[in-house]
């Protein structure tokens, strides 16, 4: 038994719990200087926390440096997403801060880096992202692509090396099995209030994208700090309850609670 404790132990000291950490003033001007964050975000500095977590990558070394921002009210629910991905073992290839690819959306899916926060529009103009809300995830955009047609059927796919993941059967007779695909974690995603997934849209299709709602999201960065947090841990109670009976439902349908 003693043993069996050490054993424990040391894992747990490998592979740390995630962790917290707001944003301070250094933090925010490497935010603002990267432009990752700027005047016009619907959410500031102050109200976005990093959540750093263990992770697996795709050659099942484990790491210790996964990094990811979030909407404060959320961030140690995210917390516990990332500790059970790494749980499941669902692989990630990398786990930076946008402000790594000086808020280049496009390099940091090339990289295949999942990421969270970064104050930009939607893909093509229009409204702040859910990214700008910290309230949007992306996973592993290299198994996970966005794929947009054009107005003669031609079709985008981002990032290019993606294009081998445009059939999403993740064991295919005669082919190794491709771990990393989002439809495996959709579920997951959901108990946490990512209730939209970017998988179920038409034009585009966006597989490595999980959401809030955007109604959900604009009550939350309307509302000061604690009580974002209570609405949040209220609504999630909510969702958890609705997802119970038949969890690999259709939460972006069935449950999103707007």
Known sequence: MRALLACLGLSMLLHPAPSLAALDAAACGRLQKSGVIGAGAPVGCDRLSVVRFPYVDFSGVHHDDGEIMVLAAVAPEVGQLFRRLHQRGFP?????????????????????????????????????????????????PLQNPFVQPDRQGVVRVSPPAATNYLNRL??????????????????????YGFT??????????????FQFSRGFAEKLAALPAPAARQLYLQRLDRLRRCLQPRPEASAGTTCALD
């Open 170 to 191: 993740a064991a295919r007779p005669g082919k190794p099995a491709r771990p990393g695909m989002a439809e495996s974690v959709k579920a997951l995603f959901a108990e």
């Open 196 to 209: 939209v997934w970017g998988g179920y849209w038409d034009a585009p299709i966006d597989y490595q994208h």
């Open 92 to 140: 990630l290839a990398h786990a930076r801060l946008i402000d790594h690819y000086h808020g280049d959306d496009a390099a940091s899916m090339q990289d295949n880096n999942t990421s969270a926060f970064n104050n930009r529009q939607i893909t093509g103009g229009g409204p702040p992202s859910l990214h700008a809300y910290g309230l949007a995830i992306d996973i592993n």
